[in-house]
């Protein structure tokens, strides 16, 4: 990597730092580094401290453009407000909440970017970790509390950091992805710090399947883990077929439009992102409107 990346990458890990209550040794343990080496790469040292791999890591876990490519441009749209207005409420109320819905509207990016801007709240992708052990670890660190001894250690300690941490959010995406124990142990830490810690479970369509099956079907823990995150299914997106389409539309016109170069054809943008469902894909804009800064650049 070169000098330039590492100090954009320093740039973000400073500005995550604002939004992380604990120390600078907890923080630097939510990055997957010691204190030592962040308190270094404060001071300037960019070289010969950590290797390119957990640079790029870094990177990632902070959601950090290093391909040259225009930053990325948030759009108020709907789903973003309806989602934020949740994550706050959750937030502030220390409440649980769950929202399925379809894939491809924006959840994800909604749910990262309040994690970037505000502050105790943490982003889990479940589909990457489907265990128990996994995930309780992995929450661990994303507050910074040791994750790497005994599997009752961690979960006590990040018991305890909840408790006395103020407003701490957890956000759960992907969250159809977790195997059965990993279900039942979100049961427990919501029992542990009830009161203490809000809860956002988000999926598509599977993860109401899945719950509502197991519910049916009278597999245990399933009917007090939906009670605990309200007992609803939220959704954002209209289930009438009108206005489905015409809110999906709305909302990739108002990305498209925060994102494209001055004098793109949005409606040109827009069409080339239908599916055979006729709505469009939100993932690929992105895809498209890197079409559009590429042919510029070449005829530049």
């Known amino acids: 990597m070169t000098v330039e990346q590492k100090q954009k990458v320093l740039a973000s890990m400073e500005a995550a730092r ?15 580094i010691n204190a030592g080496q962040y308190s270094r790469i404060r001071n300037g040292e960019l070289e010969r401290v950590l290797s390119d791999e957990k640079w790029i890591s870094i990177a990632r876990h902070l959601g950090v453009n290093l391909t040259g490519r225009p930053e990325w441009k948030t759009a108020n749209t709907l789903v973003f407000q309806f989602i934020t207005a949740q994550l706050e409420m ?13 894939a491809d509207i924006g959840k994800t990016y909604t749910a990262q970017y309040y994690v970037r801007n505000h502050q105790n709240a943490v982003y889990i992708d479940c589909s990457q970790v489907k265990t128990k052990t996994a995930l309780i670890r992995r929450i661990a660190k994303s507050f910074g509390v040791g994750s790497t001894g005994t599997y009752s250690n961690v979960y006590e300690d990040l018991v305890y ?8 959010l957890i956000i759960l995406d992907e969250a159809g992805d977790l195997q059965y124990d990993a279900f039942l142990e979100i049961k427990a830490l919501w029992n542990a710090t009830d009161m203490c810690c809000g809860y956002y479970m988000m999926g598509a369509d599977g993860l109401k399947a899945k719950i509502q099956r197991s519910i049916d079907n009278k597999k245990v823990g399933y009917t007090e883990i939906f009670s605990r995150f309200g007992r609803k299914y939220g959704t954002v997106i209209p289930m009438e077929a009108q206005e489905r389409e015409r809110m999906t539309l709305t909302c990739a016109a108002m990305i498209i439009k925060a994102n494209c170069a001055a004098g793109t054809d949005i409606n040109q943008v827009l069409r080339r992102t239908m599916g055979e469902d006729n709505m469009p894909s939100l993932r690929r804009i992105y895809k498209e409107l890197s079409k559009e800064a590429t042919t510029s650049a070449k005829l530049g």
């Open 18 to 32: 604002q939004n992380f209550a604990g120390s600078d040794a907890k923080f630097a343990m939510s990055l997957g």
């Open 90 to 102: 959750c937030q502030r109320n220390s409440m649980s909440a769950l929202l399925c819905d379809r």
């Open 161 to 168: 950091y909840l408790k006395v941490l103020p407003m701490p």
